[in-house]
């Protein structure tokens, strides 16, 4: 292996270690400056890592990185964040809903000590009533995570937000003293839950309507970069 495929392996190797679980603000803004720093290989790593969160916290990421985008003026900070935003932009441009267990839940841990999520009750008509899912059992892994990596509940509501409707997902249960390992597609989040988040935030237009230079698009369903400018004769 020569040095420079070394060098990729270990920076994508670091970013997913680093993004186990939730970022705060602060490690936030210390990436997103990284992404204009010197040398190269300080800046592929900050994006490596912020990719990484990207893919754990999709819906976490994309507010949070289009903050930033609006308050930097480095232009090559921008250009990083601009490649990083716009596949997160993708859901909320043809408005796919968040993924969704259907149960009520709190922070928990087992008998060792290890966290998890303490399924409070399980809500009928929903993915984990039809998975078996029931009040009492506690939620230690979600694929390749452990929740007690994840490091809170935020962190996990985010990881399962992040996954499209209708896919399948692998739960690690614990189930008084049994562990059970349980799969099931997720559903869509409802509409008429509070922070179901299936309309576009202001931020996010904001973001939107700067990169594709123009003040409003009127269809919301074109793709990132796609808006016809004034200029272009776009009506």
Known sequence: MTPRVWLAVML??????????LPDEGRLDELVLRLGAEPHAARQEAFETLSAY???????????LADRYQETRDLEVRFRLEALLTPLAGRYLFGLPPGFIGINMEWSADGEGKAGIRVVSVLAGHAGEA?????????????????????????????IAGVPPGTILRFDVTRGGEALRIQFPLDSRPGHLEGAGNERPARVEAWLRELSGRGEPEDPTFPVGHFPREEEGGE
């Not at 990207?54 to 949070?64: D, G, Q, T």
């Open 12 to 21: 994508l190797l670091g970013g997913a270690l680093r993004a186990e679980t």
């Open 54 to 64: 990207s893919a754990r916290f999709p819906r976490y990421m994309l507010l949070a």
């Open 131 to 159: 998975a078996g899912l029931r009040a009492g059992d506690l939620i230690v892994g979600v694929e390749e995570d452990s929740v007690d990596a994840l490091g809170s509940m935020q962190a996990f509501s985010e990881r």
